[in-house]
């Protein structure tokens, strides 16, 4: 049933470190006991927007600025119930609109390519290329292809 009560973005700010290290935990598929242990640790240093619905949060992008023009996402999520609405494109929007007011001109993320061990690791691709968001590298970590993608904001 899709979602009929309005959401709000909201900044994120380290008070809802918590949440989001539960939200990455309910998505396990995509978010390793490793990768949640590391963003205990790194969350605090990061920016990004949260998606709510009333008291709920359903949602968070989180990035970091890594010099004067250049900034990585960090850790996108959407609770599975609310995904496929439009949640994920907000947050993106919300984050790209926040980072061209800072002058910031090229975007990039990391994600998994093709793996029989990760098959849902396509839906993340196919929205970041939905998003106009372009594979510039590739490289291999402990036996899985990591894909750079960059964008452009101007």
């Known amino acids: ?50 998606a709510f619905e009333q008291e709920r949060v359903w949602g968070f992008i989180v990035y970091e600025c890594i010099s004067l023009h250049h900034a990585k996402i960090y850790r996108m999520g959407v609770e599975r119930s609310h995904q496929h609405q439009g949640i994920g494109s907000q947050l993106l929007q919300y984050t790209e609109n926040a980072l061209r007011e800072q002058q910031i001109t090229l975007l990039e993320l990391l994600t998994l390519d093709e793996h029989p061990d990760y098959p849902w690791y396509v839906f993340t691709r196919n929205f970041y290329r939905k998003h106009h968001f372009d594979i510039v590298a590739s490289f291999e970590d402990e036996g899985v292809v990591i894909l750079k993608m960059q964008k452009s904001l101007f």
Do not use: C, H, R, W
């Open 1 to 50: 049933m899709p979602n009929t009560s309005p959401l709000t973005i909201q900044k994120f700010t380290k008070q809802y470190a918590d949440v989001v290290i539960k939200m990455m935990e309910n998505l396990s598929d995509f978010f390793s006991p490793e990768t949640i242990d590391f963003a205990k640790k790194k969350l605090p240093k990061l920016y990004g927007f949260l």
